[in-house]
């Protein structure tokens, strides 16, 4: 009972990735932000971080609104994909006191992903293929969703220690099997540049005794083991399918075009949201591949709706959060460090996992924003007894 008003955050936590949950997230997210408000006297989180970062973001979305083409679908989209993963954001922030929370709400996470896991394998299992209408969501859905996971349960795991671990790392192997039946090549690369990071950082702030050397080798393995898989994915997938070929991939012949615009229109763009391309440039849109209805990188759909503004107030933000990350590292604490760590691979991982398809919307971009919450909050409060 103690421990009730985790209740919301922690089935939002559960829920968030599975399709078909829109109203529970919801209902869940407004119970969470209504705890956090109500609470808040209580809570006394610190400072809210990156204000200014956050205020121009929202500053240039609604000033995106009178010139956008389609104004009502540009505010359900700011709608969506701001004021809902703020509400996420700072009630998890303000939630997320004590390490003890912080567990809590990653063991709900986890819980998820390990449910996600076994009905994908499940279903690859009996139909011999990833099903994208499905409880367990799309192949997509489920790189960005490995991405954010990979740095929690690094974190998870070197705070919990001893049997714990073990659970964890099964879990991480778990992910990994699942994310080789996506068929998606980008998962590999970002986990390889999460992982090489991630171990760059621990040695470098003290927390791991790997040598120089046995530094380098980790590294050169695993990169030769990335490659090996990328290409296992890129044959399996498309085998003699020239346009699955990195040469021949569509995007490339997509990117140009999108830049042109945005070069065309630097100051203003269509409004903001990720379907602005359909609606303003739709010749460019490739007609042997409707799927690319979007710019398939964050920055380029960001440029599209709201010019070079829009690009520069994104990127604000995600240097104003690895600046936050950055200050926790440099703390004496241990604690504070890892969580630095961990937050700095979570946004590297988010970012480049999204230059090639822009998934930072829905429950992608809510998830960021709740786990971004929950590592300020508790960061921010463990920086403050350290002081």
């Given amino acids: 009972m103690r421990d009730l008003h985790l209740l919301p955050f922690m089935v939002l936590l559960f829920i968030l990735p599975f399709p078909g949950t ?19 006297r209580r809570f006394a989180p610190p400072p809210i971080p990156c204000k200014p970062a956050l205020a121009a973001w929202v500053a240039v979305a609604l000033l995106s609104l009178p010139g956008a083409v389609d104004p009502a679908y540009s505010t359900g989209e700011i709608k969506n994909e701001i004021l809902y993963t703020m509400m996420a954001f700072i009630a998890f922030f303000a939630v997320t006191r004590r390490e003890e929370d912080l567990r809590k709400l990653l063991i709900t996470l986890f819980a998820g992903a390990f449910t996600i896991c076994v009905l994908a394998l499940e ?41 714990r671990l073990a ?14 039946f996506t068929q998606e090549r980008i998962v590999w690369v970002t ?52 346009a699955g070929s990195l040469s021949g991939d569509s995007r490339l012949g997509l990117w140009p075009g999108v830049a042109r615009q945005i070069a065309d229109h630097p100051l203003a763009g269509a409004g903001f949201g990720r379907g602005v391309l ?41 240097l104003g959060l690895l600046r936050e990350y950055w200050r926790f590292c440099s703390a004496p604490d241990e604690k ?13 991982g988010v970012v480049l996992r999204n230059q090639v398809n822009d998934m930072f919307i829905r429950d992608q971009s809510m998830l960021f924003w709740a786990l971004s919450g929950m590592l300020l909050g508790l960061g921010g409060r463990l920086r403050l007894e350290t002081h």
């Fill in 22 to 40: 829109v109203a529970l997230r919801l209902v869940c997210l407004a119970a969470a932000f209504l705890v956090a408000m109500l609470l808040w």
């Fill in 123 to 163: 279903s690859r299992a009996r139909l011999g293929a990833w099903m994208d209408a499905s409880t367990y969501g799309g192949r997509a859905s489920f790189v960005g969703y490995a991405v954010v996971l990979a740095p929690m349960l690094l974190l998870f795991g070197v705070l919990a220690g001893g049997r």
């Fill in 167 to 180: 659970a964890v790392a099964a879990l991480f192997l778990m992910v990994l099997v699942t994310a080789f």
């Fill in 191 to 242: 986990l390889f540049v999460q992982g090489a990071l991630a171990l760059l950082l621990l040695r470098a702030y003290g927390l791991s005794r790997l040598s120089p050397a046995r530094l380098l080798t980790a590294v050169a393995l695993g990169a030769v083991l990335v490659g090996a898989v990328f290409y296992s994915v890129q044959d399996w997938r498309f085998k003699d399918n020239a």
């Fill in 278 to 318: 359909a609606k303003v440039r739709p010749d460019l849109i490739p007609k042997e591949n409707t799927l690319l209805s979007h710019a398939h990188n964050v920055f380029l759909n960001y440029g599209l709706g709201m010019g070079l503004p829009g690009m520069l107030a994104l990127a604000w933000v995600f």
């Fill in 336 to 348: 504070l460090k890892l969580v630095g760590i961990a937050g700095i691979v979570l946004v590297v």
